[in-house]
């Protein structure tokens, strides 16, 4: 069955260090998406990417946060000067169509220290 | 902005036991879909429900939308370890398919 992927799976980095997060998206998929998670918490909504530029974001989206899909497969998230309350579990989504159900990815743990 | 609520946050069963969580948006949806998340893992789609009114079944689980597209609940019948995991419903509105997820309802199941 067709996965995203996403790498790494855990990065620890020091606050105000910029970091990227990577992810593969399932290739035939026309709508990428990064959410994130603080542990034990629900879900939250970051960004929205159709048609190689975003579609939506959420209040949390910053100018600190900036999102590409570079090469036609992969599709990053960066954080430009990370700040503790980042530190969250980050998911990459996507789906084939819009208004159909999301396949995530496994998600990296970005800790900041 | 747009909340959605899922009650209880937390239910423990006896296997073999009726589980149900319930979720609420504060908005009118588009579009509600059910996720589950294992412990460390991720979010795995379950379901899409679209109309009104709608339900659909997956072999234990039964899935409903409300008739005026604001909440929905997700049904599991006769428990089973294997149903251990966080259950999300997420709303979906507007042009885009950004979901808005609930808070989440944790199942625990005791063999």
């Known amino acids: 069955e067709p996965e995203v992927t996403q790498t790494p799976s855990h990065q620890v980095t020091q606050m105000g260090q910029e970091v990227i997060l990577r992810c593969v998206p399932i290739?035939?998929?026309?709508?990428f998406y990064w959410y994130r998670q603080i542990l034990g918490q629900k879900v939250e909504f970051l960004v929205s990417?159709?048609?190689?530029?975003?579609?939506?974001k959420s209040e949390i989206f910053d100018d600190q946060f900036s999102v590409e899909r570079p090469d036609g497969s992969n599709f990053t998230l960066k954080i430009r000067s990370t700040k503790l309350e980042d530190s969250a579990m980050y998911f990459c989504?996507?789906?084939?169509?819009?208004?159909?159900?999301?396949?995530f990815g496994s998600g990296t743990r970005l800790t900041v220290v | 902005g747009q909340q959605v609520m899922q009650i209880p946050q937390y239910q423990h069963v006896q296997e073999g036991e009726d589980f149900t969580t319930y979720c609420n948006s504060s908005?009118?949806?588009?579009?509600i879909q059910w996720y589950k998340q294992r412990p460390g893992g991720h979010p795995v789609f379950l379901i899409q429900?679209?109309?009104?009114?709608e339900v659909k079944k997956q072999k234990r689980l039964t899935f409903q939308f409300g008739e005026a597209k604001k909440n929905s609940s997700l049904h599991i019948t006769a428990t089973q370890t294997t149903d251990v995991g966080t259950y999300f419903c997420?709303?979906?509105?507007?042009?885009?398919?950004?979901?808005?997820f609930g808070t989440g309802t944790l199942l625990a199941v005791q063999p």
């Open positions: 429900l679209v109309k009104s009114g």
């Open positions: 908005t009118t949806l588009s579009n």
């Open positions: 989504a996507s789906s084939e169509e819009n208004f159909y159900g999301y396949t």
């Open positions: 997420a709303g979906g509105r507007g042009a885009t398919n950004k979901l808005i």
């Open positions: 990417f159709y048609n190689n530029e975003i579609s939506e």
């Open positions: 290739s035939n998929h026309l709508y």
